[in-house]
């Protein structure tokens, strides 16, 4: 049996897994520490020793063969040094090389370590074993802390030039003179929802709330998912998709988000085809970045 230790940092946590060769994440293998704007690489390199030495703590890591990890971007240096939005105090760290020395001495020997920018290895993740598999354009996204994506064509990743395709959340849309992140996120809606008159504190607030009837917390999540649709009717265009999955615990805030955005995407989309591209939920219930992190690894080693 051959696995990989996946990691996955994003705004709000560090988690960590073993998973297997056919993507199944070990069963009560994984572990997360919580990260967050104020996160240094000191504080970074704590949650990671504690992160690997829990996910090896909980199994037989003998078997283990590389270290694959999906990090909140963008990535600076090919991959080398990551700067992500959302975390400015870890600009400039080198993830790779701190995550390989850790899961070295954890394992008692030197293992490869791969990384990709966290919306690629949900899009990996999602056309290897999730609602994309099977076609041949697809287009994977969070919609959480942040927004990213990532972008797969004919069963293979659209990294760019730097390893950096995808980010959605930095692209300008017109309608409201934001980047989308700046519009449509977790936190986003909150600030809006507030600017409103709404008193809550969390996007939980506001799935509560607008499921209860509160109208300017529902506007707040409608806001959101027309916002996301506007950059996606961009994307469809640009890419011609067959199919976008989305996942992130903001796209959780109303059950019918999905259909609220692909109804708006439909609309605003000039063209026949990006108007028929398909908006579906992920299926992948947030293990999709650990499983993508691991298809990272898995396909670096199968290249090799």
Excluded at 114 to 132: M, Q, Y
Excluded at 151 to 179: C, F
Excluded at 292 to 303: D, I, P, T
Aim: with cysteine.
């Amino acid at each position: 049996m051959t696995s990989v230790l996946a990691l996955d940092l994003g705004g709000t946590k560090l988690e960590g897994a073993l998973i297997e060769a056919d993507g199944t994440v070990r069963p009560d293998t994984r572990v997360r520490r919580p990260t967050g704007r104020d996160s240094t690489p000191e504080s970074l390199h704590v949650a990671l020793t504690e992160v690997i030495a829990g996910v090896l703590s909980t199994a037989d890591s003998s078997d283990v063969v590389a270290v694959g990890i999906g990090s909140a971007g963008p990535f600076r240096e090919g991959g080398d040094a990551i700067a992500p939005v959302n975390m400015p105090g870890l600009h400039g760290y080198r993830l790779a090389a701190d995550a390989a020395g850790v899961a070295a001495a954890a394992l008692g020997r030197v293992v490869p370590v791969r990384i990709g920018h966290d919306g690629s290895c949900l899009a990996l993740a999602e056309a290897w074993l999730g609602a994309t598999a099977g076609s041949r354009a697809s287009m994977s996204i969070v919609v959480s802390t942040g927004i990213g994506g990532g972008i797969v064509m004919d069963g293979r990743l659209l990294a760019g030039g730097s390893g950096n395709a995808g980010h959605l959340g930095q692209t300008h849309i017109a309608e409201y003179g934001a980047m989308l992140e700046e519009i449509a996120s977790g936190p986003a809606s909150v600030t809006w929802a507030r600017s409103q008159g709404w008193f809550g504190e969390t996007g939980e607030d506001l799935s509560r709330d607008a499921a209860a009837g509160d109208e300017v917390a529902r506007a707040a999540i409608v806001r959101s998912a027309h916002a996301v649709a506007r950059g996606l009717a961009d994307a469809a265009t640009l890419l011609d998709l067959e199919v976008i999955a989305i996942g992130g615990g903001f796209s959780q805030a109303a059950p019918d988000y999905i259909d609220l955005v692909q109804a708006a995407l439909s609309e605003h989309a000039v063209l026949d085809y990006a108007r028929a591209t398909r908006v579906v939920r992920s299926a992948l219930h947030g293990e999709g970045p650990l499983i993508g992190a691991a298809a990272v690894a898995l396909r670096a080693a199968s290249a090799d």
